[in-house]
């Protein structure tokens, strides 16, 4: 089945930091469970769109929301960038990953994302494309089009992270967002 599928107009970078900055709250799957009490699950975000899209901003917003400050790095060449971000009292594990540069899917093995994700780590990966048959299907799905001068973001997700996907969007569009919500609302069931 299908899950929900939505849109909105993202007017510039502000506003794109800001949909990071939203998103991060929302994440509530992965930020419910806290060490040490059992291991907590870890979760699998992938960002679709093109060269200059938007991807890293939107990542840079929610790594904020998180308490990163300085500077946050495009991993381009790096291919991952690791933080530790403050989860209520603990400590919890968020990577920052861009394929575009992968040369072989197979590389993704020496990257170590199984054992990243079974640590309770959540994984926004760049470029998911570029690992094709090496990824499972993503928890949430962020896609970013070009809408000159914006841009359109869409989410969807699986499961209980369905619901995250549209109390993002929910709260994106509250008019306090200053965002315009797209006319052609699409749901797929
Ligand atoms: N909603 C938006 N509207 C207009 N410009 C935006 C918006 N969001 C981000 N930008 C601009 O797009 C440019 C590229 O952003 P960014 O580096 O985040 O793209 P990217 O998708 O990560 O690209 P790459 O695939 O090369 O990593 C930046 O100059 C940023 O200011
Ligand atoms: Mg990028």
């Not at 510039?12 to 799957?29: H, K, N, S, V």
């Not at 603990?90 to 920052?96: A, I, K, T």
């Amino acid at each position: 089945m299908k899950t929900g599928v939505d849109s909105i107009y993202i007017p510039d970078e502000e506003q794109m930091l800001r949909a990071g900055q939203i998103l991060a709250p929302q994440l509530t799957p992965w930020l419910q469970a806290e060490p040490p009490t059992a291991t907590p699950p870890g979760a699998l975000v992938f960002l679709h769109g093109d060269l200059g899209a938007g991807k890293t901003t939107l990542v840079r917003g929610l790594l904020r929301a998180y308490g990163v400050s300085g500077a946050v790095r495009s991993p381009t060449y790096t291919l991952i960038e690791p933080y530790e971000v403050a989860v209520g009292p603990s400590q919890r594990r968020l990577y920052h990953l861009d394929l575009y540069r992968l040369a072989d899917p197979e590389e993704l093995e020496y990257l170590g994302w199984q054992e990243l994700l079974a640590d309770g780590g959540l994984l926004l990966i760049e470029w998911p494309e570029r690992g094709a048959g090496w990824l499972p299907a993503p928890d949430l799905r962020l896609s970013i089009t070009m809408q000159p001068p914006g841009r359109t973001l869409k989410l969807s997700g699986h499961g209980a992270w369905q619901a995250v996907a549209l109390k993002t969007l929910f709260e994106l569009e509250k008019p306090s967002a200053n965002v315009r919500k797209l006319d052609n609302f699409q749901v797929y069931c």
